[in-house]
């Protein structure tokens, strides 16, 4: 089975190599969404990249939502609906039917199917995460080199107050990170702010030739095989960033500001002397610990028909 092709002028990525995992899930390319236009899935991102980022005018917000992250995707909306960021949103998901309920229940965002993505719970460091993330990286390549600034996200995740403009007003670096409580030298490799420069580009390239040889050494193996922590896309990260990799400028961002997992563990009054712009929902492993936990906190909100709980939404967000 070939798991990894080499590049045609068809599906060159810069240099590196197309992943092609006939483990995933196949998906048809007849889709009705609105996206889906002529040619291959890396194509109807690509389209819809420069659509809603304007010709790159504007800021990209992009992440990964394959079927077992829906629910994670709409209660994200649900928090974010009344700050003004809808319109620049790219959902790509690994089904056409997510792709749709998506589209349906949220016109103002864009969701685009693509193939190769896996379908249900992956864990991290299991060889279905890491596959997911080898698919992650060579879309990102390819919309950096449309020169549209990126600012990667994922859906587990609180947003109290909009951090758009304050990732933005980062200037004179190349990429924006958050760094990983406890872990100052490593990077959360969902959380990014990418600006298409030249060292970005180039150190982006070298994260997708390291993680498509990870997906040649594990191609034969079964998804929830566990790979060692050692060898992720988050620890590639890290090195090419704080090795200043093609000359690459970065910023690191507070925890206080952009905080993570631990910041559910902090005692109440550590925890009322931060205002954060979010919380990533991490430091938890399985999707229904992390549902469980926001549930606890009032951080998810979604009703169990799937529609919006606007008092809990205010009662964390507030006017914007």
């Given at each position: 089975?070939?798991?990894?092709?080499?590049?045609?002028?068809?599906?060159?990525i810069h240099g590196t190599y197309s992943f092609v995992n006939d483990k995933m899930k196949k998906i048809s390319r007849s889709s009705k969404n609105a996206e889906n236009v002529e040619g291959n899935g890396d194509n109807r991102v690509i389209t819809a990249a420069m659509r809603v980022s304007k010709g790159g005018q504007r800021t990209l917000l992009v992440t990964l939502v394959n079927d077992a992250f829906l629910p994670f995707a709409f209660s994200w909306l649900c928090?974010?609906?009344?700050?003004?960021?809808?319109?620049?949103?790219?959902?790509?998901?690994g089904d056409n039917e997510s792709a749709k309920k998506i589209q349906e229940k949220w016109p103002e965002v864009t969701a685009v199917q693509l193939e190769g993505v896996h379908s249900g719970h992956q864990e991290y460091s299991h060889v279905g995460y890491v596959e997911l993330m080898v698919r992650r990286s060579e879309f990102i390549l390819e919309i950096?080199?449309?020169?549209?600034?990126?600012?990667?996200?994922?859906?587990?995740?609180l947003w109290i107050r909009n951090p758009l403009k304050n990732l933005e007003s980062y200037r004179g670096v190349?990429?924006?990170?958050?760094?990983?409580?406890?872990?100052?030298?490593?990077?959360?490799?969902?959380?990014?702010?990418?600006?298409?420069?030249?060292?970005?580009?180039?150190?982006?390239?070298?994260?997708t030739k390291r993680l498509t040889n990870l997906g040649k050494k594990i191609k034969n193996s079964p998804d929830t095989m566990i790979i060692s922590e050692m060898e992720n896309d988050q620890v590639y990260l890290s090195q090419l960033i704080f090795s200043k990799q093609?000359?690459?400028?970065?910023?690191?961002?507070p925890t206080a500001d952009y905080a993570?997992?631990?910041?559910?563990?902090?005692?109440?009054?550590?925890?009322n002397k931060l205002n954060p712009y979010l919380i990533n929902n991490n430091w938890v492993r399985g999707n229904s610990a992390k549902i469980k936990r926001?549930?606890?906190?009032?951080?998810w909100f979604l009703k169990d028909t799937d529609i919006c709980d606007r008092k809990r939404v205010q009662k964390i967000v507030g006017p914007q």
């Amino acid at each position: 089975m070939d798991y990894l092709q080499p590049s045609t002028n068809k599906d060159k990525i810069h240099g590196t190599y197309s992943f092609v995992n006939d483990k995933m899930k196949k998906i048809s390319r007849s889709s009705k969404n609105a996206e889906n236009v002529e040619g291959n899935g890396d194509n109807r991102v690509i389209t819809a990249a420069m659509r809603v980022s304007k010709g790159g005018q504007r800021t990209l917000l992009v992440t990964l939502v394959n079927d077992a992250f829906l629910p994670f995707a709409f209660s994200w909306l649900c928090n974010t609906q009344s700050m003004g960021v809808h319109n620049q949103v790219l959902l790509i998901t690994g089904d056409n039917e997510s792709a749709k309920k998506i589209q349906e229940k949220w016109p103002e965002v864009t969701a685009v199917q693509l193939e190769g993505v896996h379908s249900g719970h992956q864990e991290y460091s299991h060889v279905g995460y890491v596959e997911l993330m080898v698919r992650r990286s060579e879309f990102i390549l390819e919309i950096l080199a449309k020169n549209i600034p990126i600012f990667l996200f994922e859906v587990d995740c609180l947003w109290i107050r909009n951090p758009l403009k304050n990732l933005e007003s980062y200037r004179g670096v190349d990429i924006v990170a958050n760094a990983v409580s406890d872990k100052p030298k490593v990077i959360a490799g969902g959380f990014l702010y990418i600006h298409p420069t030249g060292a970005s580009k180039q150190m982006w390239r070298t994260l997708t030739k390291r993680l498509t040889n990870l997906g040649k050494k594990i191609k034969n193996s079964p998804d929830t095989m566990i790979i060692s922590e050692m060898e992720n896309d988050q620890v590639y990260l890290s090195q090419l960033i704080f090795s200043k990799q093609s000359g690459l400028r970065y910023k690191i961002l507070p925890t206080a500001d952009y905080a993570d997992g631990k910041w559910y563990t902090l005692s109440k009054e550590r925890r009322n002397k931060l205002n954060p712009y979010l919380i990533n929902n991490n430091w938890v492993r399985g999707n229904s610990a992390k549902i469980k936990r926001a549930k606890k906190w009032g951080h998810w909100f979604l009703k169990d028909t799937d529609i919006c709980d606007r008092k809990r939404v205010q009662k964390i967000v507030g006017p914007q």
